[in-house]
């Protein structure tokens, strides 16, 4: 009956345990940072395991342990219980709830996304007018709309690392004064850039605010990771980054009423849509929402709520993984110290001498031979490249595909170019939870046991989706529809379908990688297909020129063209990828 008694106390005690706490410190470990959570119950036995293990790796040391602790007796249990129960448990992180500050921070958030795209895509509009005003060609369209890319590529990881030694408050004012300086400085570098100074003032000012608004994404993460518990973060970033959405959306709505509104009135001629106006609106709305951010921002809570507390922390690299965040944001641990306060690691003295040696170390420590030479990490590559070759050419040229083949004007070609977008955002929703389900029913229902196969077979079928959809829907809009609502329906179809990739590479870094060198990863994926999206552009206003001679060719062309990356960047996939984990 002994073994029964002692086997019937283990559980009751045990589950005892987990009703009352889900996460334990180690006593030993207690006044460092907490390793490793253990049951109370075989906290001497559970530490002793864990530093054979970490120090000795003794296989036969740990077998005597495991012995140990299967053949606890009664009175040995009660002795551990009585040691252990003097340890406090952890506050867990589904006890803890944002602070009431962040809010207007979450709001603020939210509102620079929106202010991000709504002057991004402003100008996808306003060349229309710009160039009829200055008699731009096709390839100088080109330069001009990919000038942004250009900045952002070359800006993103130096942001993501700066984020680590300076203030994310101060960091985020200063990339939104800016870019909204940029944004009020576009009409006067568009005017220097027709008098003799070549392209050089206007490009070089967008690229500026494409390079400033590359703040963003990293200096929120890192808000993010000061203010909200890691199991709300995840719909807490659904919240802001909704801002990009709505503020493509409004900028094809907004932007056309706005230039009606500042013909005659912004410097331009009265018969001249309005276009300076639009930049000098978008530009004070980017300075007022400074104030507020001034205000009311704060890198961190006032009180120390342990928000962020990470078990078997390790520092490392990070990012959102969505879209183009190629930045790389250096992870902290949260420690105990021995006053009992929650302090980041490497804060903790508030020597940035010291974050930045641990950003070095870790960049060393990284596995770049093994990423080079991983077929799946190609295959990442180029099915992103190939996926922002098409999609930069649609959000830059859309409404001028619209103006020059249909004849429609400013207005008409933004509202047409309204439609894809939504597609974009009903794919990219639609795709995450298509794939889970895939991936359980697969798997027999069982979310614990999906297979290295099946994870691959559906990350195959969604980039597949994503990349021979479009091809198919553009291959079709080469032939240049009669009716303006055929072609907006493939364009639609085209950006839909896209956005799939979300259960394709965009959930492929996660499986590859481990938390380690998941963000390091996306970011080598994804830098060049910024690079190659950006150049995507301007080879698009050059191959318009070359074929301008003949009605509709050049179109017929630039379709065709990005049919065929899109078909070459699906096969690159489906030969190379697998789900396989190489980097932990």
Known sequence: MRPLTSLLLHAALGLLCVAQCSAFVCPTCVSRRPTHTINPLRSQYGHERFVLQQQLKNEIELEKIDAIITNDDKELLLSIDNKTTQAQPLQTTSQQTIDSEFYPILALCFCVTLLSALDRVAMSIAI??????????????????????????????PIGLAVSVISSRLLMMVGVFLWSMATLGTPLMAVLSNSGYALFPLISIR???????AVVLPTMQRILANWVPPEKKATTLAIILSGFQLGTVSAYLVSPWLMDQMSGLDGGAVDI??????????????????????????????????????EDCTETFVNTMIEDDASLVFQECVVENDAGDITKDNRADGNSFNRIQDIQLLVKSAPWTDFLRSRGVWGMMLAHAAKNFELYNLLAWTPTFFSEQYGLNTKESALFSIGPSICGMIGGLTAGNLADFMLVKLSSGDSDNITTETRTNVRKLFQSVALFGPATCLYLLSSLPEQATTAQILLGGAVGLQAMDAAGFGAATQEKAGERWAGLLYSMTSLPGVMIGSISVSVTGQILDRMSNVEGSGWTTVFQLNSMVCVAGAFCFLFLYDSKKEFD
């Open 273 to 310: 849509e309005g276009w300076r106006g639009m930049f000098y609106i978008y530009g004070i709305a980017g300075l007022a929402w400074l104030i507020p951010w001034y205000l009311l921002a704060k890198d961190s809570p006032s009180a120390n709520n342990n928000i962020g507390r990470i």
């Open 207 to 213: 690229a500026m605010m494409g390079a400033a608004e």
């Open 128 to 157: 229309l007018p710009i160039s009829a005003e200055f008699g731009y060609t096709e390839t100088i369209k080109g330069q001009i709309s990919s000038a942004v890319s250009y900045g952002y590529g070359a800006a993103i990881l």
